[in-house]
């Protein structure tokens, strides 16, 4: 196979021989968690860098040729570029990586992750939120670990929608059309230079899928596009938007997904030796490779074992709505092909997948992933309880605690969102390879020495960063005219930064509750507007296109943030992605979370914000369950029983009492150099304990030791 296209050659081209391997570096996502390469590019043009929200691809297509020629013969820039290539060219070869060092030979064939949705840089806009950065994050992981690694998921020619909120506050969806030129994004060609194309049978026609690929560090991502000439207009929109469309077009893209997937890792002629399926989307992979295996000559009941014995899967969702699930008649209109193939009769086809739900019994792709898988894990601990409730109806001659659903907590990649100032100051106190052992609780002792005020001073730079970018999205936004005046207000321009400020931001579902903070208006104001203790607030988030109630919120939200009686002191972020994610858990002081127990099932952003010494405020529901521990943050606790509004009631008032008792006085409690000591040793706790347990590191090794490598021996 060949990846070289026309535009990652015109790069090439476009750069004196003596920094041309600037291409490969930009045809490597390695390059978005490391520093140094991020600083190169930084330096080539920071202008463009900025302009192009980071994206080395597009700066390098667009850029004066003065300015690399310029650059080709600057030592500090040749110094700089020569380490950078050295550090990537030793990273990615085999190096010294945990992988292959503790699983010698565990893994002949790969590990296939299959995801609707990848987050790795914003820049490549197909993903969503939480699922799609964790699986971004999962990536990029098992590249630092050495875990041999290939996703499978989609290109969205219009990706997710980019979210505009108006003067009335009711959120509109943007879709840009994604220009693959501008993205790393590289065609798999055959032997003749042609683009690979898998073909998936879809109701009566086939429908085609050409294959991308994304190297991402050691690892790469095979992406499948159904926006081809040969394919009928309704099939090229396919995988033109993410989670769009109706029930036709969801299946439809879970075909492709599944069954595509399966046949796309054969035309790169991999043999992977286990499936991770993340989230019930990618569900009919199992059906495919039971196909594939029951031709083969194996009994359906053989290929099943088998299937089962390679198979992982990972739910994430604790509301049962959230669940994938098509009627008979839909799954008979697109998979009608596949009893026979599978030598299974109507009925018993139907069975795979049936799960008596609320509405009757319907094809629930969560219920299929989880007969044919023998690994399954919910992603926290909570969660894994919540799930093995839900799903007890699969298993009802075992009592409850005994489904069979694990759990592995959620983790993030933590070269992903910790960096700069921080950065800096590890390396000058804990080590200088910090980020090479950083799961190991021990090197975070070191927290201790460093001081109070240094750790203080870092903050205040990161705050004052997210300060300005906030500042400087409004002022464009305005000076383009696509803002009017009374938005700039709620845009966060005024916002203080010596006020004590916290995050809110994530999607706009019913059950996050953005609007509990509002439920005592003349209480919330006395604690913004207090004279001497300022507190202020930032929300982001998007709600799904089609979900009016979370649309409702946000107008709700906004509508506070344009409010003069708030002062300016709540603020919404439009168009909340991973850039703007980054900002925010590096720059606000406290990070809330108020989800509606048990419905968050893990919650990573409060993950990224903790490690960044931010801590949180939150229900004790997902992953803050068990990251809480008295020290580094603070808990709303369960009301164990009354109904949702005596529940809101209660997290409420409690919410509002933390602010008022604990939260307000331990940051403006401050030494005589205006350190507010004892806040900064609840920020050193957050560190301590997110970072060597709440990184992608410690899950991506769990799902490694627990999943990966005893699925791998159901290969042989
Ligand atoms: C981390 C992240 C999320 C997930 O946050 P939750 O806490 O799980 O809601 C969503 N969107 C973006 C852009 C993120 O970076």
Same mark, same amino acid.
């Given at each position: 196979?060949?990846?070289?296209?026309?535009?990652?050659?015109?790069?090439?081209?476009?750069?004196?021989?003596?920094?041309?391997?600037?291409?490969?570096?930009?045809?490597?996502?390695?390059?978005?968690?490391?520093?140094?390469?991020?600083?190169?590019?930084?330096?080539?043009?920071?202008?463009h860098?900025?302009?192009?929200?980071?994206?080395?691809?597009?700066?390098l297509?667009?850029?004066?040729?003065?300015?690399?020629?310029?650059a080709?013969?600057?030592?500090?820039?040749?110094?700089?570029?020569?380490?950078?290539?050295?550090?990537?060219?030793?990273?990615?070869?085999?190096?010294?990586?945990?992988?292959?060092k503790?699983?010698?030979?565990?893994?002949?064939?790969?590990?296939?992750?299959?995801?609707a949705?990848?987050?790795?840089?914003?820049?490549?806009?197909?993903?969503?939120?939480?699922?799609?950065?964790?699986?971004?994050?999962?990536?990029?992981?098992?590249?630092?670990?050495?875990?041999?690694f290939?996703?499978?998921?989609?290109?969205?020619?219009?990706?997710?929608?980019?979210?505009?909120?108006?003067?009335?506050?009711?959120?509109?969806?943007?879709?840009?059309?994604?220009?693959?030129?501008?993205?790393?994004?590289?065609?798999?060609?055959?032997?003749?230079?042609?683009?690979?194309?898998?073909?998936?049978?879809?109701?009566?026609?086939?429908?085609?899928?050409?294959?991308?690929?994304?190297?991402?560090?050691?690892?790469?991502?095979?992406?499948?596009?159904?926006?081809v000439?040969?394919?009928?207009?309704?099939?090229? &929109?396919?995988?033109?938007?993410?989670?769009?469309?109706?029930?036709?077009?969801?299946?439809?893209?879970?075909?492709?997904?599944?069954?595509?997937?399966?046949?796309?890792?054969?035309?790169?002629?991999?043999?992977?030796?286990?499936?991770?399926?993340?989230?019930?989307?990618?569900?009919?992979?199992?059906?495919?490779?039971?196909?594939?295996?029951?031709?083969?000559?194996?009994?359906?009941?053989?290929?099943?074992?088998?299937?089962?014995?390679?198979?992982?899967?990972t739910?994430?969702?604790?509301?049962?709505?959230?669940?994938?699930?098509?009627s008979?008649?839909?799954?008979?209109?697109?998979?009608?092909?596949?009893?026979?193939?599978?030598?299974l009769?109507?009925?018993?086809?139907?069975?795979?997948?049936?799960?008596?739900?609320?509405?009757?019994?319907?094809?629930?792709?969560?219920?299929?992933?989880?007969?044919?898988?023998?690994?399954?894990?919910?992603?926290?601990?909570?969660?894994?309880?919540?799930s093995?409730?839900?799903?007890?109806?699969?298993?009802?001659?075992?009592?409850?605690?005994?489904?069979?659903?694990?759990?592995?907590?959620?983790?993030?990649?933590?070269?992903?969102?910790?960096?700069?100032?921080?950065?800096?100051?590890?390396?000058?106190?804990?080590?200088?390879?910090?980020?090479a052992?950083?799961?190991?609780?021990t090197?975070w002792e070191?927290?201790?020495?460093?001081?109070?005020?240094?750790?203080?001073?870092?903050?205040?730079?990161?705050?004052?960063?997210?300060?300005?970018?906030?500042?400087?999205r409004?002022r464009?936004?305005?000076?383009?005219?696509?803002?009017?005046?009374?938005?700039?207000?709620?845009?966060?321009?005024?916002?203080?930064?010596?006020?004590?400020?916290?995050?809110?931001?994530?999607?706009?579902?019913?059950?996050?509750?953005?609007?509990?903070?509002?439920?005592?208006?003349?209480r919330?104001?006395?604690?913004?507007?207090?004279?001497?203790?300022?507190?202020?607030?930032?929300?982001? &988030?998007?709600?799904?296109?089609?979900?009016?109630?979370?649309?409702?919120?946000?107008?709700?939200?906004?509508?506070?943030?344009?409010?003069?009686?708030?002062?300016?002191?709540?603020?919404?972020?439009?168009?909340?992605?991973?850039?703007?994610?980054?900002?925010?858990?590096?720059?606000?002081?406290?990070?809330?979370?108020?989800?509606r127990r048990?419905?968050?099932?893990? &919650?990573?952003?409060?993950?990224?914000?903790a490690?960044?010494?931010?801590?949180?405020?939150?229900?004790?529901?997902g992953?803050?369950?068990?990251?809480?521990?008295?020290?580094?943050?603070?808990?709303?606790?369960?009301?164990?029983?009354?109904?949702?509004?005596?529940?809101?009631?209660?997290?409420a008032?409690?919410?509002?009492?933390?602010?008022?008792?604990?939260?307000?006085?331990?940051?403006?409690?401050?030494?005589?150099? &205006?350190?507010?000591?004892?806040?900064?040793?609840?920020?050193?706790?957050?560190?301590?304990?997110?970072?060597?347990?709440?990184?992608?590191?410690?899950?991506?090794?769990?799902?490694?030791?627990?999943?990966?490598v005893?699925?791998?021996?159901?290969?042989?």
């Amino acid at each position: 196979m060949q990846y070289a296209d026309s535009c990652s050659i015109k790069v090439r081209e476009k750069l004196p021989p003596r920094i041309e391997r600037l291409t490969d570096l930009a045809y490597n996502m390695w390059w978005s968690w490391h520093q140094e390469a991020r600083d190169l590019f930084k330096m080539l043009d920071y202008a463009h860098w900025r302009s192009t929200n980071h994206n080395p691809v597009r700066m390098l297509l667009e850029i004066e040729p003065e300015l690399v020629q310029a650059a080709a013969q600057d030592p500090l820039f040749l110094r700089h570029y020569d380490a950078v290539m050295l550090t990537f060219d030793r990273d990615l070869g085999n190096g010294h990586l945990w992988f292959p060092k503790a699983h010698p030979d565990a893994l002949p064939g790969p590990v296939a992750y299959f995801s609707a949705e990848f987050g790795v840089h914003q820049s490549l806009p197909v993903y969503s939120g939480g699922l799609g950065v964790l699986a971004g994050d999962h990536i990029k992981e098992a590249s630092d670990l050495g875990v041999p690694f290939v996703g499978v998921g989609f290109i969205y020619s219009q990706g997710y929608f980019r979210q505009r909120i108006p003067s009335h506050g009711w959120q509109e969806a943007v879709y840009p059309q994604l220009k693959t030129e501008y993205t790393p994004l590289l065609p798999i060609l055959d032997g003749e230079g042609r683009q690979v194309r898998v073909r998936v049978r879809l109701v009566g026609q086939e429908v085609q899928a050409a294959l991308w690929r994304l190297n991402v560090g050691r690892a790469y991502l095979c992406l499948m596009d159904t926006d081809v000439e040969e394919n009928a207009p309704w099939d090229r &929109g396919l995988s033109a938007r993410l989670y769009g469309g109706d029930r036709e077009m969801r299946i439809s893209q879970e075909v492709v997904l599944g069954i595509g997937g399966v046949q796309a890792l054969r035309a790169l002629g991999l043999e992977p030796h286990v499936w991770h399926m993340n989230e019930g989307h990618s569900a009919f992979v199992v059906l495919e490779r039971m196909r594939e295996l029951v031709e083969k000559g194996l009994s359906f009941e053989e290929a099943a074992e088998k299937v089962r014995a390679t198979t992982v899967f990972t739910t994430h969702t604790p509301v049962p709505a959230g669940h994938d699930a098509f009627s008979f008649s839909l799954v008979e209109k697109y998979l009608r092909h596949y009893w026979d193939l599978l030598g299974l009769t109507r009925e018993q086809f139907l069975e795979l997948g049936r799960y008596d739900g609320p509405e009757g019994p319907r094809f629930n792709m969560t219920a299929l992933a989880l007969r044919f898988s023998d690994y399954r894990n919910g992603v926290s601990r909570l969660h894994g309880e919540v799930s093995r409730r839900m799903w007890h109806s699969l298993w009802p001659e075992r009592p409850e605690d005994r489904v069979p659903i694990d759990h592995i907590t959620n983790g993030v990649h933590l070269p992903s969102w910790i960096y700069g100032a921080l950065g800096r100051l590890f390396d000058k106190y804990l080590r200088s390879d910090w980020r090479a052992i950083h799961d190991d609780p021990t090197l975070w002792e070191r927290l201790d020495e460093i001081p109070a005020r240094e750790l203080w001073a870092v903050h205040q730079e990161q705050k004052r960063k997210m300060m300005g970018f906030i500042r400087e999205r409004a002022r464009r936004r305005r000076i383009s005219g696509e803002m009017d005046p009374d938005q700039v207000l709620a845009a966060g321009a005024f916002l203080d930064p010596e006020a004590l400020t916290i995050g809110f931001a994530r999607r706009f579902a019913t059950y996050k509750r953005a609007t509990l903070l509002f439920r005592d208006l003349e209480r919330l104001k006395r604690i913004i507007h207090n004279l001497h203790r300022p507190v202020q607030f930032i929300f982001a &988030g998007k709600a799904h296109p089609a979900d009016e109630a979370g649309k409702l919120l946000i107008q709700q939200v906004y509508g506070m943030a344009k409010d003069p009686a708030m002062g300016g002191r709540i603020a919404f972020v439009e168009d909340y992605d991973m850039h703007v994610a980054r900002y925010l858990v590096q720059g606000v002081d406290l990070w809330l979370n108020t989800p509606r127990r048990p419905y968050e099932a893990s &919650g990573t952003s409060g993950q990224k914000a903790a490690m960044n010494g931010v801590p949180s405020l939150s229900v004790l529901d997902g992953w803050w369950a068990e990251g809480y521990d008295g020290k580094n943050g603070w808990a709303i606790p369960p009301l164990e029983d009354g109904g949702q509004d005596a529940q809101d009631a209660h997290d409420a008032e409690f919410l509002y009492r933390l602010l008022e008792e604990e939260v307000v006085p331990l940051f403006y409690s401050r030494d005589a150099d &205006g350190v507010p000591r004892g806040w900064v040793e609840v920020m050193k706790e957050a560190i301590r304990i997110a970072a060597p347990s709440f990184c992608a590191r410690r899950m991506v090794k769990e799902y490694t030791t627990r999943f990966y490598v005893p699925a791998a021996r159901g290969e042989e």
